[in-house]
């Protein structure tokens, strides 16, 4: 039902393309992200329970028959919070703008803290997590999902241009105070600040395409449509910054396009990890 919700945001031209896309991302990930909440064995009943960076609250919605007395989507941004808003009639969901750097609740308030796809877009200074911390119980949990571009793998290779484009978009992220690499980082930084028990699961996601079988709406063409809809949203950025040219933009899009649809046997793996520490 969710799914079906997310689906049709993602091509309704009433959402504007920062919601259409992470309903599109939220999606397509959903399944996963369901196999790694399940695969943590948290024990959620009666718990207060926060999502910083919510988007449109794909994880809360996850988590809302798990017996929690509270869920709490955090976030910056208000258009987001009320496309989430509006994909809920569940009285445990709550959805809060606000700034993971500064968080309008007391101290020692929740018992689990999600941040998903979050930590690579800010600058990750000791003050977030402080916050973080701040607003946790003692032992409260905290779950950290995120990427490390350098654990995509493709065979064949990817064509030069595209691998050219990533890269590109990676030193954007980087210019903007993020990274693409912030996994393999992460679990130190939660121990400089005094995280314990910290670990970290990677989940791969893996496809095979066989030789011929054309391109169809299956995973792989999906892949291309979320990093197309991720690139869109970012290009005039790209273009401003004087970061890569019009015609390499979209040589590096169709080439990779080409590279999924060709009839060639076709191996896309991507592996982002799970990490987890107590206060
Ligand atoms: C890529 S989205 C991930 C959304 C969601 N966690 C998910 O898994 O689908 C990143 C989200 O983090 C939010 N965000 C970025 N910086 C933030 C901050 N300092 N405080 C709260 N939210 C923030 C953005 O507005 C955006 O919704």
Same mark, same amino acid.
């Given at each position: ?97 606000? *700034? /993971? @750097? !500064? ?6 308030? &929740?018992?689990? #803290?999600?941040?998903?796809?979050? %930590? ?92 011929? *079988? /054309? @391109? !169809? ?6 892949? &291309?449509?979320? #990093?197309?809809?991720?690139?869109? %949203? ?46």
């Amino acid at each position: 039902m969710l799914c079906e919700k997310y689906i049709k945001i993602s091509k309704s031209l009433n959402y504007s393309p920062h919601v259409r896309f992470l309903a599109f991302q939220s999606y397509l990930t959903s399944p996963y992200l369901f196999r790694q909440l399940n695969s943590q064995s948290l024990c959620f009943d009666n718990r207060i329970v926060a999502d910083i960076g919510t988007g449109i609250g794909i994880l809360p919605y996850l988590l809302k028959d798990k017996n929690a007395e509270k869920i709490i989507g955090i976030d910056t941004d208000k258009e987001l919070l009320n496309t989430a808003n509006s994909l809920t009639e569940d009285k445990n969901l709550y959805f809060i703008c606000a *700034n /993971g @750097f !500064n968080i309008p609740v007391k101290d020692s308030v &929740f018992d689990i #803290i999600f941040i998903r796809y979050v %930590l690579q877009h800010i600058n990750l200074s000791g003050d977030f997590l402080i916050e973080v911390k701040r607003v946790m119980k003692d032992d409260g949990i905290l779950v950290i999902i995120d990427i490390d571009d350098e654990l995509n793998l493709f065979y064949p290779d990817l064509p030069k241009s595209s691998k050219n484009l990533f890269k590109i978009y990676s030193e954007y992220q980087k210019l903007k105070g993020g990274d693409r690499f912030i996994s393999r980082k992460l679990p130190s930084f939660l121990a400089t600040n005094g995280f314990r028990d910290i670990e970290a699961k990677p989940y791969t996601t893996t496809f095979f395409k066989e030789k011929d *079988n /054309g @391109f !169809n709406f299956s995973g792989v063409s999906n892949a &291309f449509l979320l #990093i197309q809809n991720e690139l869109e %949203l970012v290009k005039n950025d790209l273009f401003n910054e004087r970061l890569i040219g019009v015609v390499e933009f979209h040589k590096g899009l169709n080439d990779y396009f080409n590279f999924l649809n060709s009839t060639d046997d076709l191996f896309v793996s991507k592996t982002e990890f799970v990490i987890t520490g107590k206060k």
